[in-house]
């Protein structure tokens, strides 16, 4: 799944000559957390609202000082994150999720032909993982399997026979060469699944079915 179904369009962004104190205001009348700021339209940062409350002073006594006051005019070009991790719109979901991890960052700008068309955040990435796990209507099975011995394995054939489609398949890698699957299947003979999957020498961890559920709703 491609970033672009995820982020958020519209983006709110801060011109870079904005002072912390009015960046500030403007982050909390819109519900932000972070940023981009702009220069004439260009990603030249990110701002975040930890980056302002490390500068600006918190109480009136503190802004009734030289630094204080200096602080209020300061423009967000002194304290917004330069070195920048992105993402482009076509790439995948996980992509950007272990580029969040790398950098240690809650939030990407989305990039997609240089230009800034969007912004991926954590919660878009739980959205996104939430929905390709997620049971809606489909029996969901996970079990663990060996990668040597069961390269020749076709899961697809497995949900095929049963009678089923395949509405989704996520492979995790596991320490000693296993692997970890989560397969999704609608319609569809549970048990010809399950047989095909245990005869196969799978170890079978969980099953879950929400397709009855799904017909009444």
């Known amino acids: 799944m491609l970033v672009r179904y995820f982020m958020s369009r519209g983006v709110k ?81 996980e992509t950007a999720a272990l580029r969040m991890l790398e950098h240690k960052v809650g939030g990407l700008p989305v990039l997609h032909g240089g230009q800034l068309v969007g912004i991926l955040t954590e919660s878009d990435v739980f959205r996104a993982f939430t929905r390709m796990l997620a049971t809606e209507g489909t029996l969901r099975v996970s079990f663990g399997f060996l990668e040597n011995t069961h390269a020749h394995l076709s899961f697809a054939d497995f949900v095929r026979n049963a009678g089923g489609e395949l509405a989704g398949l996520q492979v995790y890698p596991r320490p000693g060469g296993q692997r970890l699957c989560v397969l999704r299947m609608r319609g569809g003979d549970s048990s010809k699944l399950i047989s095909a999957l245990s005869g196969a020498g799978c170890s079978l961890m969980e099953v879950l079915d929400d397709r009855e559920s799904a017909a009444t709703r």
């Open 13 to 93: 962004t801060v011109d870079v000559a904005t002072t912390c104190r009015a960046a500030l205001r403007q982050m909390r009348e819109q519900r932000l957390r972070r940023t981009p700021v702009v220069d004439d339209g260009r990603l030249v940062g990110m701002l975040s609202e930890r980056d302002l409350l490390r500068v600006l002073p918190g109480t009136i006594a503190q802004a009734d000082t030289d630094a204080g006051a200096a602080s209020e005019s300061l423009p967000v070009s002194r304290v917004m994150a330069t070195q920048l991790a992105t993402v482009d719109a076509d790439d995948h979901i």
